[in-house]
């Protein structure tokens, strides 16, 4: 995020965001569209839309003094983590008001850190898709439709982050 300002790094964001947003908003799949790549569409869109969130976080955190080191993962949980107190919890409620409104389910606190643990390494495991041989180990886990709220939730804050400053 070196030479990189608040306002371009949430535009960078974002950009990746909608190029994964609109390749994992596919309609649900049947045979014809999985023949047609729906699968890997969705496989790419969910990997960019994890990168979109790293690079917010990494983005604000990097503004607010963390050092490049301190930013080297790819552990979405980890950077979550660093972020202030106050941020969490307005990404969580997003995220969290996201999944119930689309999905009409009582999604709280404690599936949203379940989802958060396991899409940790959505974007390297998700380009490396791949080379994971079974579903269920790390790298076919990460949840599609907590990535989809998660980075709505961090385009969000990182535009009110960004449009104050």
Not at 37 to 46: D, F, N
Not at 55 to 82: C, D, I, P, W
Not at 115 to 133: G, M, Q, T
Request: aromatic residues 10%.
């Amino acid at each position: 995020m070196q030479g990189m300002n608040l306002q371009s790094g949430a535009k960078l964001a974002r950009a990746f965001y909608e190029m994964g947003l609109e390749s994992a908003s596919l309609p649900a799949p049947n045979k014809q569209h999985l023949e047609d790549g729906y699968l890997e569409r969705v496989i790419a869109g969910t990997a960019n839309i994890a990168f979109a969130c790293e690079l917010a976080m990494k983005n604000v955190l990097f503004s607010r003094g963390a050092t490049e080191q301190e930013l080297k993962t790819h552990n979405l949980e980890k950077l979550f983590g660093m972020l202030q107190g106050g941020d969490r919890q307005l990404i969580e409620h997003l995220t969290i008001t996201n999944r119930n409104g689309r999905c009409g389910d009582d999604y709280g606190h404690e599936q949203f850190l379940e989802d958060l643990r396991i899409s940790a390494f959505a974007f390297p495991d998700l380009r490396y898709w791949h080379e994971v041989p079974d579903p269920g180990k790390r790298g076919k886990r990460a949840q599609v439709a907590f990535m989809r709220g998660f980075g709505g939730a961090v385009m969000v804050w990182m535009e009110l982050l960004s449009a104050a400053r």
